[in-house]
T-cell receptor, first 116, second 109 residues
Framework: GAVVSQHPSWVICKSGTSVKIECRSL??????MFWYRQFPKQSLMLMAT?????????EQGVEKDKFLINHASLTLSTLTVTSAHPEDSSFYIC????????????FGPGTRLTVL | DAKTTQPTSMDCAEGRAANLPCNHS???????VYWYRQIHSQGPQYIIH???NNETNEMASLIITEDRKSSTLILPHATLRDTAVYYC??????????FGAGTRLTVKP
């Protein structure tokens, strides 16, 4: 099946700093990428959707100036958490969908962010 | 997207079939039934999807009722590694995946 990778797998940062998370589709071209956030013992919540070369569409309640998403190529999307605070500590998961298979979404392994 | 209802948790004995139900009584004609699972601290894994016919792959079988208002995911011979949260999602083909609470399946030795 299609493979989506994320880097880093975990990161610890100080409050007020920015953190960038990369998401790559390794063996297919991702026309659309998605970013989710998951707090402990909760389900995944969609944060934003991005199409290659276009601005991301954010879900209601997600601050677009805090969570910067770039989808500059068909294989790479990045999520930058700016001025991170402890409440941003979470499990961030990206997903990609491309012109393969039955148009299902493939998910990355996730990035655990801890803000001290 | 149509709302889905799943039991909060289920247990299954190792080696037995695990049958996970999902209700989606408001499903529309263009909405597919998707199943994903999430093993602890990992990203969701695609299992199977279908529109109205039953589907089978190397991981599982999907049984959709004739009126499409409910479905069952069947893991034919559950192993300890199948312990995970299973999500049933109903959506049109090109919409994004939105997750509910899912069913926490525990496979016991």
């Amino acid at each position: 099946g299609a493979v989506v990778s994320q880097h880093p797998s975990w990161v610890i940062c100080k409050s007020g700093t920015s953190v960038k998370i990369e998401c790559r589709s390794l063996d297919f071209q991702a026309t659309t990428m998605f970013w989710y956030r998951q707090f402990p013992k909760q389900s995944l919540m969609l944060m934003a959707t991005s199409n290659e070369g276009s601005k991301a569409t954010y879900e209601q309640g997600v601050e677009k100036d805090k969570f910067l998403i770039n989808h500059a190529s068909l294989t790479l999307s990045t999520l930058t958490v700016t001025s991170a605070h402890p409440e941003d500590s979470s499990f961030y998961i990206c997903s990609a969908r491309g012109l393969i298979g039955y148009n299902e979404q493939f998910f990355g392994p996730g990035t655990r962010l801890t803000v001290l | 997207d149509a709302k889905t209802t799943q039991p909060t948790s289920m247990d299954c004995a190792e080696g037995r079939a695990a049958n996970l139900p999902c209700n989606h009584s408001t499903i529309s004609g263009n909405e597919y039934v998707y199943w994903y699972r999430q093993i602890h601290s990992q990203g969701p894994q695609y299992i199977i999807h279908g529109l109205k016919n039953n589907e089978t792959n190397e991981m599982a079988s999907l049984i959709i009722t004739e009126d499409r208002k409910s479905s069952t995911l069947i893991l034919p011979h559950a192993t300890l590694r199948d312990t995970a949260v299973y999500y049933c999602i109903v959506r049109p083909h090109n919409n994004d995946m939105r997750f509910g609470a899912g069913t926490r399946l525990t496979v016991k030795p």
